[in-house]
């Protein structure tokens, strides 16, 4: 039994912490209330089987074919060429502002990540779109579209091809791209800051990217969105809560 202990204090001391080139203290963001090393294993090689209450679209835009791979401690996540949509992996949680930081790797030139703030219960958006972080090995794409893309009269007025010269602006205004090359290949850290009407990310400890619109500040951000239209893997995913 004392062996047993000793194993166990010996694997939690083993579990590395999350790491950061810049030297901040974790503490200022808030109170950590979700992380994920994905250090398990499936029952099977077959499904979707992320664990820790993660949940897969796999089921309805890839015919249940797997799209999602625990191997060798991180998540591996791909789109099967049956797929009808980027393959989603999904987990809830909720703040007002807040930090999400993971480490995420990008193997080809054409991968993406993005993170998707979801709140399924806005109900003046479709399928619960907040905003997006989108990291590519060319850069890093911050996005409204709580009052842009997904608002459903912009959406149906996109959709009719009937958008204004006023809302084109609109939502040119939306969304700003900042280049910066990502080397592909090797593991990156990526953190996202959430605080009322500015979205700020950084990229091994990097200040790489800051931007304000009104939908970054929508006051409950209930679930994370992890959108692969190609491949990517993660690991060490954490949440932070400041309110
Ligand atoms: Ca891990
Ligand atoms: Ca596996």
């Not at 290949?185 to 009407?197: A, K, N, Q, S, T």
């Amino acid at each position: 039994m004392t062996h047993r202990l000793l194993l166990v204090l010996c694997c939690l001391l083993l579990v590395p912490a999350f790491r950061l080139n810049a030297a901040e203290p974790t503490e200022k963001w808030g109170e950590l209330i979700f992380a994920d090393d994905f250090e398990r294993t499936e029952s099977q090689e077959l499904k979707d089987e992320p664990g820790n209450e993660w949940t897969t679209s796999s089921d309805k835009t890839a015919g249940g074919n797997k799209q999602v791979d625990l191997r060798d401690g991180y998540l591996f996540i791909y789109t099967h060429e049956t797929a009808n949509h980027a393959t989603s992996v999904r987990h809830e949680f909720q703040f007002q502002n807040g930090t999400l930081g993971l480490k995420f790797r990008l193997d080809h030139e054409r991968d993406s990540l993005k993170l998707n703030f979801t709140d399924l219960g806005c109900k003046t958006v479709h399928a619960g779109h907040l905003f997006d972080a989108v990291v590519s090995p060319k850069g890093v794409l911050l996005e409204d579209r709580k009052t842009g893309v997904m608002d459903l009269k912009i959406r149906a007025a996109r959709a009719e091809g009937k958008l204004t010269k006023a809302q084109q602006q609109m939502l040119a205004s939306r969304k700003k791209f900042f280049p910066m090359p990502i080397e592909t290949g090797v593991w990156h850290e990526l953190l996202v800051h959430v605080d009322r009407d500015v979205l700020q990310a950084t990229v091994d400890g990097q200040p790489m990217a800051e931007f304000s619109a009104p939908g970054f500040a929508h006051p409950t951000k209930t679930m994370i969105r992890l959108l692969v239209p190609y491949t990517a893997s993660v690991d060490e995913l954490r949440i932070w809560r400041r309110q």
